[in-house]
């Protein structure tokens, strides 16, 4: 008497294209392929006792059974698709709006520092861009550094105002 992992995988080879139709019904066919896959191994590794009785319906129901598993694992996946896109949309709405709101604020920032009264503006220039000292520009500008030091403080506050929305 051959084995029930004989049988079975005999009736699987000459019932693959109803069994493929038969879980067409739930799955696309990809799937059901995967899942016929999925049964040939199950079946080659049921155990020889008790003898299956009736192996047509014994493959039937492991198909079906292997339709509905698969169905739950695509709704899960789904959902946890569905759960992490929105987690993105989340995210991505407040980055949008930080980063519109940081435009809005370095505009400001621009268009104050191009409306600096001319010594605070260009004494600020030279030390945040042209990386010079305080006592350097002094010395090239013929002033004092406290006179330096107070044009970088005004500047500094304007840009601080302006930033603010103020």
């Known amino acids: 008497m051959p084995s029930n992992a004989a049988v079975l995988t005999s009736l699987l080879v000459t019932e693959r294209e109803r069994l493929l139709r038969y879980l067409g019904r739930y799955l696309d066919r990809a799937t059901a392929e995967d899942a016929l896959q999925s049964m040939y191994f199950k079946v080659i590794a049921v155990a020889g006792e008790p003898p299956i009785a ?51 604020e370095l505009e400001r920032v621009a268009r104050a520092a191009r409306a600096l009264p001319e010594p605070s503006k260009r004494i600020f220039m030279l ?19 406290t006179t330096v030091e107070k044009h970088i403080q005004r500047a500094l506050r304007l840009l601080d105002q302006a930033r603010s929305g103020g």
């Open 127 to 145: 030390n945040r861009f042209e990386g010079l000292t305080q006592r350097e520009i002094a010395q090239l500008l013929g002033v004092s550094s």
């Open 54 to 104: 009736d192996a047509r319906n014994y493959l039937y129901r492991l198909a079906h059974h292997h339709a509905v598993d698969q169905g739950r694992s695509e709704a899960r996946r789904r959902k946890l698709r569905e759960a992490a896109a929105a987690c993105l949309e989340e995210e991505e709405t407040p980055d949008t709006a930080r980063v519109a709101l940081a435009r809005d």
